[in-house]
Nanobody
Framework: QMQLVESGGGSVQPGGSLTLSCAAS????????MAWYRQAPGKQRELVAI???????KYGDSVKGRFTISRDNTKNTVNLQMNSLKLEDTAVYYC?????????WGQGTQVTVSS
């Protein structure tokens, strides 16, 4: 059973930056996607960014140009570099890894953007 552990969350002022990391224990096959989702209070969980096994990336419209997802298959990690943070980026951020058959989730890490 794969376990995902997120880190790097915290509080930051608008315009600031944070980098989230997700470390996976267990085997991540090269074809697995690795993604970040977020859920703000009272809202549905939404896709922030995803990177496929082939390296293709996709971003949610609200974070395009500000966030960058990257993966390191040798270390079983996926990172999310978040720049120019806005108040509306406040949410719990979740790491998600899997393929068409399996989907694993981390426990989430809080990101709070406030002035």
């Amino acid at each position: 059973q794969m376990q995902l552990v997120e880190s790097g969350g915290g509080s930051v002022q608008p315009g600031g930056s944070l980098t989230l990391s997700c470390a996976a224990s267990g085997t991540i096959f090269s074809n697995y996607f690795m993604a970040w989702y977020r859920q703000a209070p009272g809202k549905q969980r939404e896709l922030v960014a995803i990177v496929t096994g082939g390296g293709t990336t996709k971003y949610g419209d609200s974070v395009k140009g500000r966030f960058t997802i990257s993966r390191d298959n040798t270390k079983n990690t996926v990172n999310l570099q978040m720049n120019s943070l806005k108040l509306e980026d406040t949410a719990v951020y979740y790491c998600n890894v899997g393929d068409s058959r399996y989907s694993f989730w981390g426990q989430g890490t809080q990101v709070t953007v406030s002035s």
